[in-house]
């Protein structure tokens, strides 16, 4: 059974930091896309970061410098770091893992970033 369970949400005032962290099971995790989401009430979810299987990342527009995603394979964990929030960075975050067209997700994890 896949699980990924992200951690690591939570209150914080603008610009401060958070680092949000997602454990899987289930899968090889190395062989994995990795990705984080968001989704703010009332919007879309967006992606928010990317990290390939080599490591290579990439992040939406809207991040600007501020977040970094990695991974550490040995602990089949993915991070969010992120930087500078602001009060627009509010929302549900997900972490999801992709492969050869198979995709999951994690359950979210609530972000809140007051002025």
């Known amino acids: 059974q896949v699980q990924l369970v992200e951690s690591g949400g939570g209150s914080v005032q603008a610009g401060g930091s958070l680092r949000l962290a997602c454990t899987t099971s289930?899968?090889?995790?190395?062989?994995?896309?990795l990705d984080w989401y968001r989704q703010a009430p009332g919007k879309q979810r967006e992606l928010v970061a990317t990290?390939?299987?080599?490591?290579?990342?990439n992040y939406g527009l809207f991040v600007e410098g501020r977040f970094t995603i990695s991974r550490e394979n040995a602990k089949n964990t993915m991070y969010l770091q992120m930087n500078s929030l602001k009060p627009e960075d509010t929302a549900v975050y997900y972490c999801a893992a992709g492969y050869k067209g198979a995709k999951y997700w994690g359950q979210g994890t609530q972000v809140t970033v007051s002025s």
């Open positions: 289930g899968i090889v995790f190395s062989d994995y896309t």
């Open positions: 990290i390939s299987r080599f490591g290579t990342p």
